[in-house]
């Protein structure tokens, strides 16, 4: 049964930095994009960031809200993936999802259905 687990959420203040990490088990993943997901209360669930599979080097994609702050990476070897959040603002606060795309194509339109498998999610909460 495949699962991903989010952890590393929790209370920052503005301008702090937040580290968060997905553990995949019940298969590997190193042949499929995997990114991040957000969804702030009363807000639609929103695209963060993903990255490709290691055929094509592990580009990097991100929402524009989080360009230059938010920097994402993957350990195949691990099945781990990781999202370091820098310079964290309000407007991050959201419950962030791990998730496993459908395929390796490659750049992600950012769509939810794009997306096969999910976490739980974990908290962050940036206080000002």
């Known amino acids: 049964q495949v699962q991903l687990v989010e952890s590393g959420g929790g209370l920052v203040q503005v301008g702090g930095s937040l580290r968060l990490s997905c553990t995949a088990s019940g298969r590997t993943f190193s042949d499929r994009v995997m990114g991040w997901f957000r969804q702030a209360p009363g807000k639609e669930r929103e695209f963060v960031a993903a990255i490709s599979w290691w055929w094509i080097g592990d580009t990097t994609y991100y929402a524009d809200s989080v360009k230059g702050r938010f920097t994402i990476s993957r350990d195949n070897a691990k099945n781990m993936m990781y999202l370091q959040m820098n310079n964290l603002r309000p407007e991050d606060t959201a419950v962030y999802h791990c998730?496993?795309?459908?395929?390796?194509?490659?750049?992600?339109?950012?769509?939810?259905?794009?997306?096969?498998?999910w976490g739980q999610g974990t908290q962050v909460t940036v206080s000002s």
């Open positions: 998730v496993v795309a459908k395929s390796g194509n490659w750049p992600p339109s950012g769509r939810k259905d794009e997306f096969d498998y």
